[in-house]
């Protein structure tokens, strides 16, 4: 069974250009996560989708955004490219809610680097 | 004060040795809780999972929540130089937000031939 998987792996802006990644999750998981790991911040929750709604951002500006398709696959958008928005960003998905449904699995991110 | 802390080391052990690694949180709404491993550039992998007090074993690994004392552990019995990579305890709260994990900063740990 495929795991979660994104792309592009790699991904070099300009600062005030837009990015785009995407993530296609497990078979069968509903819900999609985007984190954030910058150098020595660790990682930090950006946002979460399940049933193609948003559900939850984590502190970060509005031009950090997404969405969730109908095949529940997603799509983060970064705005204005900020030099220290060079990260890598990470993908998660899960089956539900409920006990052993939450455990999330990641995908092996996405690196991008604003020059 | 963060919500989880998690001595980010490095910690460098011998092969064959006894690893234990740490991490404390102060929000009493944490109840599910999780250690994953990454490998530098690399997707963190979900070690082991729990969603209650007490220990559970999966192989060389036993993960151990105490949360009277808000307070987990990852053992890794019969380290070996393949167990070298970045270990994060994560959590998420019963109550609200989702699945959002919370995360340590993790820990480097680096298993000597």
């Known amino acids: 069974e495929a795991g979660v998987t994104q792309s592009p792996t790699h991904l070099i802006k300009t600062r005030g250009q837009q990015a785009t990644l995407r993530c296609s999750p497990i078979?069968?998981?509903?819900?999609v996560y985007w984190y954030q790991q910058a150098l020595g911040l660790g990682l930090q929750f950006l946002l979460w989708?399940?049933?193609?709604?948003?559900?939850n951002r984590g502190n970060f500006p509005p031009r950090f955004s997404g969405r969730q398709f109908p095949n529940y696959s997603s799509e983060l958008n970064v705005n204005a490219l900020e030099l220290e928005d060079s990260a890598l960003y990470l993908c998660?998905?899960?089956?539900?809610?409920?006990?052993?449904?939450?455990?999330?699995?990641f995908g092996q991110g996405t690196r991008l680097t604003v020059v | 004060q963060k919500e989880v802390e998690q001595d980010p080391g490095p910690l460098s052990v011998p092969e064959g040795a006894i690893v234990s690694l740490n991490c404390t949180y102060s929000?009493?709404?944490?109840?599910?809780f999780m250690w994953y491993r990454q490998y530098s550039r690399k997707g963190p992998e979900l070690l082991m999972y729990?969603?209650?007090?007490g220990n559970k074993e999966d192989g060389r690994f036993t993960a151990q929540v105490d949360k009277s004392s808000k307070y987990i552990s990852l053992f890794i019995r019969d380290s070996q130089p393949s167990d070298s990579a970045t270990y994060l305890c994560?959590?998420?709260?019963?109550?609200?937000?989702?699945?959002?994990?919370?995360f340590g900063q993790g820990t480097e740990l680096s298993v000597k031939p």
């Open positions: 989708y399940d049933e193609g709604e948003e559900r």
């Open positions: 729990t969603y209650s007090s």
């Open positions: 994560a959590m998420i709260s019963l109550y609200n937000q989702g699945g959002k994990l919370i």
């Open positions: 078979s069968g998981h509903t819900s």
């Open positions: 929000n009493s709404a944490f109840q599910y």
């Open positions: 998660a998905s899960s089956l539900g809610l409920k006990e052993e449904t939450r455990k999330a699995f």
